[in-house]
């Protein structure tokens, strides 16, 4: 469906998740803390030092004139095979958001905008 209006507000959205005592909730605690022995994966006399001291997440989506930013993201555009007639989209209300991989459609990122009208 061709779009002629399409307006969405300038946004920055981050977050993040130590995922940790999550890990260890499901019973994953040899690699955590003073007893974790890395010696399997650290080429080191002294791997006994090496332990896991938390496992983290972190990802952000900045969309602005210049287009989005996202990791290794891109957007996918598709049209509908009939012909219709164009539409306007203006995202001055809530709206969610998906950034898909070109090939396999697989989803890399998605949020929600809540209040798109207090956007810088």
Request: hydrophobic fraction near 45%; proline fraction near 5%.
């Amino acid at each position: 469906m061709p779009v002629w209006n399409f307006r969405i507000p300038k946004f920055k959205i981050s977050t993040g998740i130590d995922f940790s005592e999550i890990l260890k909730n499901l019973g994953l605690v040899l690699p955590f803390g003073v007893t974790g022995d890395l010696s399997e994966m650290v080429d080191s006399l002294e791997y006994r030092k090496y332990y896991v001291s938390h496992i983290a997440r972190k990802c952000f989506v900045e969309v602005n004139e210049d287009g989005t930013e996202a990791a290794a993201a891109s957007g996918v555009v598709t049209e509908l095979q009939c012909a219709r007639q164009p539409i306007d989209f203006v995202a001055d209300h809530p709206f969610l958001f998906l950034i898909l991989e070109d090939r396999s459609g697989v989803v890399l990122f998605m949020g929600h905008f809540l209040n798109p009208l207090l956007a810088g």
